[in-house]
């Protein structure tokens, strides 16, 4: 890769329509772009460290319902099956499942369900909700999916849609190339497109680190093109999210210091300056998050494949 891209606030690119279609430029890319994203360039707990966070989230991820949320989720699931990807003879393999976001409407619409997470209490809502459920069809794996050998557990080529949402399972190129190698028609990746907005995150970021994270640090552009470089053609589509959380100030307080403990050691420094800020901005006792993100849905065929 030619030393064609320079920071100066942003990416400059001086290379020809050969370059473009080079798989080791948008890896590299991609790289580069993930490493000085703030929200990772400021981490210092590892995925292994950050399922505990994801453990601590379990309960509230397995409450957090809301009629936004499930017209998104029908959304994505008309989608897939207007596109033939989700019928009754489709095995699907769930990466980052959760407390069963996708997994458990998933059920009813394919043969069967192999609904994988790295997180303890994921996988145990998950479960109880299976078992309360009676679904047969439906495989609960605890696994990190960086650490997932696919021939070793025998998932390589095993499933017709492979399906990601939202996971920080997928974060890099290993992780993003796994899902091909575990499916053997379809994948299906939805994630950020640009990022998302939460007025108290940016805040108390400025706050904690003195430096300024307006949330648009990653971006699904990198996949696409990568995608199309190995000579696939992915489908892209866009749609908006947007959620209000209200807490109790003192549930709010502990709550973004589990979030920022990703980034840094919570001292007591650290909890007062959250605690300060929460209690300024709450209302009657009552702490108000809004986010607002726009997200992407990518598929593609990995048996379709041009050389």
């Known amino acids: ?17 050969t370059v473009l279609r080079q798989e080791d430029f948008w890896r590299q ?16 707990r590892g995925e292994k460290e950050a399922i505990e966070f994801w453990n601590q989230m379990a309960p ?12 998104r989720i029908e959304k994505v699931i008309n989608i897939l099956e207007e596109n033939g990807m989700l019928t009754t003879e489709v095995d699907v393999l769930d990466v980052g499942c959760g407390p069963g976001t996708y997994a458990l409407p998933f059920t009813d619409r394919c043969k069967s369900v192999t609904a994988l997470d790295g997180a303890q209490e994921m996988c145990r809502i998950l479960e109880e909700k299976v078992a309360e459920k009676g679904l047969p069809n439906v495989t609960v794996l605890q696994h990190m999916w960086e650490d997932v050998d696919l021939e070793k557990d025998d998932l390589l080529n095993r499933f017709d849609l492979v399906f ?4 920080p399972a997928v974060c890099d190129y290993e992780t993003f190339m796994k899902l091909n190698l575990a ?7 939805i994630s950020w497109a640009g990022g998302s907005f939460n007025e108290a995150r940016r805040d108390l970021w400025e706050l904690l680190f003195d430096e300024k994270d307006d949330g648009r640090g990653y971006h699904t552009l990198f996949q696409f093109n990568l995608l199309l470089s190995m000579g696939y053609y992915p489908s892209i589509s866009y749609f908006d999210s947007h959620w209000v959380n209200e807490e109790k100030v003192d549930e709010a307080i502990e709550g973004l210091c589990r ?40 598929t593609w065929r990995v048996d379709e494949q041009e050389d």
């Not at 509230?60 to 017209?71: F, L, P």
């Not at 499916?183 to 990746?189: T, Y």
């Open 60 to 71: 509230k991820y397995g409450q957090h319902q809301t009629s936004k949320r499930q017209e």
């Open 259 to 298: 979030s920022f403990w990703l980034y840094t050691d919570i001292t007591p420094k650290i909890k007062d300056t959250i605690a300060e800020y929460v209690k300024e901005k709450s209302n009657n006792g009552v702490f108000r998050q809004e986010t607002r993100s726009r997200l992407s849905l990518m």
């Open 164 to 167: 990601a949402s939202m996971t």
């Open 183 to 189: 499916s053997r028609k379809f994948c299906c990746l």
């Open 29 to 44: 890319a991609w790289e580069q772009a993930r490493t000085s994203w703030p929200q990772m360039r400021r981490r210092i």
């Open 1 to 17: 890769m030619r030393n064609d891209i320079k920071r100066k606030g942003f990416y400059r690119m001086e290379l020809d329509y």
